[in-house]
């Protein structure tokens, strides 16, 4: 497993080695989630790159960027485990050197949800996504269903700017009691934690409803708020039931919804979605 710091090396590495790349773009501190998205990206591709940099224009200056969780070590070993071909560890300058001033904004779909809790984020995310594409020039790129808003973020990126790659999404992967794998569930205290899967559990509810016949959205944001509100420890910052391609709030969900939110648990901020389509 190559293991590099610099652009250059990352490109040289890519030119040697003929045949299809997967590019898995992390923050590292992995978890059984980013490892899905490897052992995915090594059965569709002959080489599989991933990326570990804790991209600093996607924190707001309020954030978790100087105590966001590091381990880079034991990152390396999962990944050699995996057999990926290729790891990027930049540090700060080889991504942003002094002098930089060009960002990518996906617009609309940026502005609500995350975008409006955290303010910046997507332009951070569209940012060094566009810089990784550039630089792996990868056949696919892999992201977790976890992050939703980030990837009809990246979808819409990568149309506008037709990059020539196909986006891969895959589930959620949770904890046996329905939380969704986090680096930043290390911030949970065991009381907190015991209480983190009220969002899944609030997710649940509102699928029932939907899957019985409750298709206003209106009424799945109650369902999940009064599953929210029932949890001392959480205080909810949105819920939404929205349209999975625009993220417009939903008044008639019966096409389809994408249900999420960001709860405060603590210092941790969680959030969680699940997608609902109809069936054919
Ligand atoms: O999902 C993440 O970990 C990050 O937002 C990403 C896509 C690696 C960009 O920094």
């Given at each position: 497993m190559h293991v590099v710091q610099t652009v250059s090396e990352v490109r040289r590495i890519r030119r040697e080695l003929t045949g299809s790349w997967g590019l898995v773009p992390t923050m590292g501190y992995l978890h059984e989630g980013h490892l899905s998205l490897v052992r995915r990206a090594r059965v569709e591709n002959d080489h599989v790159g991933v990326s570990i940099f804790v991209n600093p224009t996607q924190f707001g200056p309020n954030e978790d960027l100087d105590t966001y969780p590091r381990d880079l070590e034991r990152d390396l070993s999962l990944l050699r485990e995996l057999n990926v071909d290729l790891v990027w560890a930049p540090p700060v300058e080889e991504v942003y050197p002094p002098g930089f001033q060009t960002y990518v904004t996906v617009e609309e779909v940026s502005k609500p949800l995350e975008g409006a809790a955290r303010p910046g984020h997507f332009r951070g995310v569209a940012t060094i996504v566009a810089k990784l594409f550039n630089i792996f020039q990868p056949d696919r790129a892999y992201f977790g269903q976890k992050d939703a808003q980030q990837v009809v973020v990246i979808r819409q990126m990568v149309r506008d700017l037709n990059f020539p790659l196909e986006v891969v999404v895959c589930p959620t992967v949770r904890e046996p009691d329905g939380l969704a794998m986090s680096?930043?569930?290390?911030?949970?205290t065991p009381e907190q934690r015991a209480a983190a899967p009220v969002l899944y559990k609030a997710l649940c509810a509102a699928r029932d409803a939907w899957k019985a016949g409750e298709h206003d959205g209106e009424q799945l944001r109650r369902i999940m708020r009064s599953v929210l509100d029932a949890e001392p420890l959480a205080q909810t910052e949105y819920v939404s039931a929205a349209d999975p391609t625009t993220l417009v709030e939903l008044g008639d969900a019966s096409r389809g919804v994408l249900l999420s939110m960001a709860v405060r648990i603590g210092k941790a901020r969680l959030i969680d979605n699940m997608l609902l389509l109809p069936k054919e």
């Open positions: 680096s930043r569930n290390v911030y949970l």
